[in-house]
T-cell receptor
Framework: EAQVTQNPRYLITVTGKKLTVTCSQNMNHEYMSWYRQDPGLGLRQIYYSMNVEVTDKGDVPEGYKVSRKEKRNFPLILESPSPNQTSLYFC?????????????FGQGTRLTVV | QQQVKQSPQSLIVQKGGIPIINCAYENTAFDYFPWYQQFPGKGPALLIAIRPDVSEKKEGRFTISFNKSAKQFSLHIMDSQPGDSATYFCAASIRFSGNQFYFGTGTSLTVIP
């Protein structure tokens, strides 16, 4: 089954404690992205990657890091989480083909930073 | 700055009604306009999409109307059902440029039986 898998689904952590949210896709997609979803603000892109070792900032990259060492994985790293990073996070992937631009989303990770 | 403006924020209709969700954009380079549907506890999923060379696209009960000159597009749900209750996001992107999807702020739709 084609899917994007995020882990964990729920996470409560304390300010300053480094954490990683994993994302893996099994569709051999070139493009992967991370979004955060906040009430009234919709989905905002944090970082994206066009292929292995190619990453770039989205609209709200501050406080986040990413890496793309393998095509299937795109982890999101919060080096020193703060309460304003409490949010619902989604990973998405899509093919690099210009003929198919549908983005497939993971189930989401609800992060609470206290 | 919000690249895609979406309204209304929430919408309640009776079963069988036709909810309409509107979006507007400024960047004329956008050439792909998808709508995503999100149920509680799930990630968004593609519902329907349109390119600017057509003014309307219909898939089942869902229709996108596109007005290129006004830089607006809207989603119409015909004969709405309680199972359509979800959050709907419009988005815009440039197909050949990176991976930037710009999403609207979302519309929470409730269809009352």
């Amino acid at each position: 089954e084609a899917q994007v898998t995020q882990n964990p689904r729920y996470l409560i952590t304390v300010t300053g404690k480094k954490l990683t949210v994993t994302c893996s896709q099994n569709m051999n997609h070139e493009y992967m992205s991370w979004y955060r979803q906040d009430p009234g603000l919709g989905l905002r892109q944090i970082y994206y990657s066009m292929n292995v070792e190619v990453t770039d900032k989205g609209d709200v990259p501050e406080g986040y890091k990413v890496s793309r060492k393998e095509k299937r994985n795109f982890p999101l790293i919060l080096e020193s989480p703060s309460p304003n990073q409490t949010s619902l996070y989604f990973c998405a992937s899509r093919t690099g083909s210009s003929m198919n631009t549908e983005a497939f989303f993971g189930q989401g990770t609800r992060l609470t930073v206290v | 700055q919000q690249q895609v403006k979406q309204s209304p924020q929430s919408l309640i209709v009776q079963k069988g009604g036709i909810p309409i969700i509107n979006c507007a954009y400024e960047n004329t380079a956008f050439d792909y306009f998808p709508w995503y549907q999100q149920f509680p506890g799930k990630g968004p999923a593609l519902l329907i999409a349109i390119r600017p060379d057509v003014s309307e696209k219909k898939e089942g009960r869902f229709t996108i109307s596109f007005n290129k000159s006004a830089k607006q597009f809207s989603l119409h749900i015909m004969d709405s059902q309680p199972g359509d209750s979800a959050t709907y996001f419009c988005a815009a992107s440039i197909r050949f440029s990176g991976n930037q999807f710009y999403f609207g702020t979302g519309t929470s739709l409730t269809v009352i039986p």
